[in-house]
């Protein structure tokens, strides 16, 4: 499978537990997006990364999340200290970026997602 | 803030049908258009984008249309088919202060056979 991938697929917490999120990008991608949606809603943008470097990141994150691409290939979420609210689908996307061309270099295409549930 | 407002909420049509979704979105900064369709337990899939250079796309049944003035943009799915029922989201996004992308609520597209 040449898409992207996210592990674990569910996870299921206890509040104030840990958690962290894998998502490997298509290869040849260097922008990696994540997103947390809840049901009935769109995706909501929570950080994105061009190769390793995290170039923004949602003021609605609070310092409860923090992402990693160490090596600007597979990406890693973080959510310390889990609440409740965290309960979520958390996508992971990737696309071209700066090695693609017109339009291409945009299009993001998403992972299967991790379902978190917090109890 | 960056805003994207998608109308209807709901759409049911019958089979053969016309559907039209449309957004509005508030950064005058935004280049690209994709339109999402995700299926229930599914993740979203791009299935039509655009960017502000040009006015209309289109590809078999869909098309989407752009006024980047009125900062408005509309997907357009002809002759549709209960396969075509599903959520559909827009999302607008450009280069300010990176590439970040803001979704539509979503438009839960009913098709009636």
């Known amino acids: 499978d040449t898409g992207v991938s996210q592990n674990p697929r569910h996870k299921i917490t206890k509040r104030g537990q840990n958690v962290t999120f894998r998502c490997d990008p298509i290869?040849?991608?260097?922008?990696l997006y994540w997103y947390r949606q809840t049901l009935g809603q769109g995706p909501e943008f929570l950080t994105y990364?061009?190769?390793?470097?995290?170039?923004?990141k949602s003021r609605l994150l609070s310092d409860r999340f923090s992402a990693e691409r160490p090596k600007g290939s597979f990406s890693t979420l973080e959510i310390q200290r889990t609440e409740q609210g965290d309960s979520a689908m958390y996508l992971c996307?990737?696309?071209?970026?700066?090695?693609?061309?017109?339009?291409?270099?945009?299009?993001?295409?998403f992972g299967p997602g991790t379902r978190l549930t917090v109890t | 803030g960056e805003n994207v407002e998608q109308h209807p909420s709901t759409l049911s049509v019958q089979e053969g049908d016309s559907a039209v979704i449309k957004c509005t979105y508030s950064?005058?900064?935004?280049?690209?258009f994709p339109w999402y369709k995700q299926e229930l337990g599914k993740r979203p899939q791009l299935i039509i984008d655009?960017?502000?250079?040009?006015g209309e796309k289109k590809d078999q049944r869909i098309a989407v249309t752009l006024n980047k003035t009125a900062k408005h943009f509309s997907l357009h799915i002809t002759e549709t088919q209960p396969e075509d029922s599903a959520v559909y989201f827009c999302?607008?996004?450009?280069?300010?202060?990176?590439?970040?992308?803001?979704f539509g609520a979503g438009t839960r597209l009913f098709v009636k056979a």
């Open positions: 990364f061009q190769n390793e470097a995290q170039l923004e």
């Open positions: 996307a990737s696309s071209l970026g700066a090695s693609g061309r017109g339009i291409s270099a945009y299009e993001q295409y």
């Open positions: 290869s040849e991608h260097n922008r």
């Open positions: 950064d005058s900064a935004s280049n690209y």
């Open positions: 655009i960017r502000s250079n040009v």
């Open positions: 999302a607008a996004s450009g280069y300010t202060g990176g590439f970040k992308t803001i």
